[in-house]
């Protein structure tokens, strides 16, 4: 079993639609929860950083961590064409830890 | 632009020879970090460097190897290449030795074993 699942899509919506993307984790230990988005061909870029539990927002973007259930989300409102990438959940329990990625999931928003 | 610049872009080469890649990092950080991304396998951690001593291992294979500078560049020199090495090599850098620091990811080098 890996360590953080993602599904890795594609998913694809219309432009202007609320975007759900889930990873879900196993390490209870995890304290540290990033969302990197990664444009074809591009490096990943850092989007949301959380620690522990609860939300974050940033703009059109906000980040949620249960703790409880291992279930890390990334909402995207009023979705746009340029928001067409690859999204990348990440995790690490802090320290000197190896931060540990998802697979990713493909998303293309549909003028 | 993230302030990571890595070389080669593009590096295409046959089966058994060996390569180097380079990574310079963002002015002020001291850590830099190799990955490598292949479709079947996502974004693997292989090793850190934190100002020029190694300080984390990930699932680097042995035939692989990487190092820090004085300058704090890196470099991480893949050999025997087989047909499963081609993917693309990412740097990252952060400011001190800590995962908790954000990390800079590099535009990437795309490597092709033939």
């Known amino acids: 079993q890996k360590e953080v699942e993602q599904d890795p899509g594609p998913l694809s919506v219309p432009e202007g639609a609320i975007v759900s993307l889930n990873c879900t984790y196993s390490n209870s230990a995890f304290q540290y929860f990033m969302w990197y988005r990664q444009y074809s061909r591009k490096g990943p870029e850092l989007l949301m950083y959380?620690?522990?539990?609860g939300n974050k927002e940033d703009g059109r973007f906000t980040a949620q961590v249960d703790k409880s259930s291992k279930y890390i989300s990334l909402f995207i409102r009023d979705s746009q064409p340029s928001d067409s990438a690859t999204y990348l959940c990440?995790?690490?329990?802090?320290?000197?830890?190896?931060?540990?990625f998802g697979t990713g999931t493909k998303l293309q928003v549909i003028p | 632009d993230s302030g990571v610049t890595q070389t080669p872009k593009h590096l295409i080469t046959a089966t058994g020879q060996r390569v180097t890649l380079r990574c310079s990092p963002r002015s002020g950080d001291l850590s830099v970090y190799w990955y490598q991304q292949s479709l079947d396998q996502g974004l693997q951690f292989l090793i850190q460097y934190y100002n020029g001593e190694e300080r984390a291992k990930g699932n680097i294979l042995e035939r692989f190897s990487a190092q820090q500078f004085p300058d704090l560049h890196s470099e991480l020199n893949l050999s025997s290449l087989e047909l499963g090495d081609s993917a693309l090599y990412f740097c990252?850098?952060?400011?001190?030795?800590?995962?908790?620091?954000?990390?800079?990811f590099g535009p990437g080098t795309r490597l092709t074993v033939l």
């Open positions: 990440a995790t690490f329990s802090g320290g000197y830890q190896k931060v540990t």
């Open positions: 959380t620690y522990s539990s």
């Open positions: 990252a850098s952060s400011r001190g030795g800590l995962d908790a620091d954000t990390q800079y």
